[in-house]
């Protein structure tokens, strides 16, 4: 009974810091994007007048209507991406400017290396509705959409038009991520050994394949910081991550099992792959608890910051991009290299003591236990008084 009770304020503490977090937050993010277009509007070689919360009408030296502009906001990947959108009289778009954007930095980079930008020059805002509308950049699908949503999403508003939801058709992305959290449920249900074993080396092959070197799609503390921050992708066609985020989180909040870490995550698998190579053991010396502890706590700091600065990415400590992509900061790429070469002898060393998933999982199995376990004693009591 203590321990349930013990738990009980855990979750309210945790919760009670997040909400802190969220409220100590800046409050006034919009007029702040209103402040920087109108900014970037008065250094540009147009005159702005502001007819709408999200719109201007622009005219030359010579007072003549120029043109619009409006300010949008889309659901990327790792967060929203706010930008100001330069049209003719026409809604033609002549000019885009990115104002704020949480996406990793490696997507953005393919859309300036393919000239995303340059390609939607020209383009009616209203892009959906016209045929062949936007050549989408690959392995840049969800920041792309989201752009998209934003330029055509404030014309539809500050017009009076209906706005479409548009999501982009499953594939076979989608199907290896089920594929993946189905294996894993497989593993969960099965008694027979040898298949567990084989069930579980398919998936930490094809998760390192496909999810970690092919795709570069996997969960990050980004994903979930945004999720909290209220983006949600699937606006801007992130099916897969999605799929992701739910096959995730949803396991252990209403099941106590972790499907992601055990048979999705590619880092884990490669850990484990590594370990081929060595002799991992498990490492549990007598302070154990207190590195656990240490772990979740940098969760919580991390959940805590990224609300409180409306930034999902902005207290990502993961190091999946630094493994895969093959880049980074050097103190990322530094621990992502003693990692690697720790799990010769260490079994599943960042898994176990530094990843901020396993902390996150943890409060949602937590979670689940104890309303489990709220719920058997209301029945317990209503059998009693019956």
Known sequence: MQKSLKERLVITGVLLLLLSAWLLGSRFHATAYQAMAEEFLHNSAYQATRVHDIKWRLSDSLNNEAGYAYLGKG????????????????????????????????????????????????????????????????GATV????????????????????????????????????????????LLKSRKSNLKKKVLWASQLISVIFLGVWLNNYLTLTQINALLLGHFPLSSGGL????????????????????????????????????????????????????????WGLTLAALSMALAFRNPAISDYTIFDNFFRVGGPTLLITVTIITILTSLVVSHPWCNFLCPMDGIFRWLTVINKNVKQQWKNKQEFAGKIS
């Open 240 to 295: 897969f991550l999605g799929i992701l985020l739910a096959g995730s989180i949803l396991p252990p909040l209403l099941t106590g099992k972790n499907l992601y870490c055990h048979t999705v995550c590619p880092f884990g698998a490669a850990q484990r792959i590594t370990g081929l190579l060595g002799t991992p053991r498990a490492f549990r010396p007598p302070w154990h608890r207190k590195l656990k502890y240490l772990q």
């Open 143 to 186: 920041s792309c959409m989201a752009i998209v949503q934003a330029i055509e999403a404030s014309y539809l508003e500050a017009e009076g038009h209906k706005q479409r939801f548009t999501m982009v058709a499953p594939g076979w992305k989608e199907a290896v991520l089920l594929l993946l959290f189905v294996n894993g449920i497989i």
């Open 75 to 138: 659901s990327g990947y790792s967060g929203d991406i706010t930008l100001i959108t330069l049209t003719d009289k026409d809604f033609r778009i002549k000019d885009i400017r990115i104002l704020d954007h949480s996406e990793t930095y490696s997507y953005f980079q393919k859309l300036h290396q393919q000239n995303f930008f340059q390609h939607l020059q020209g383009k009616h805002t209203a892009m959906s509705q016209q045929a062949n509308p936007v050549d989408i950049v690959s």
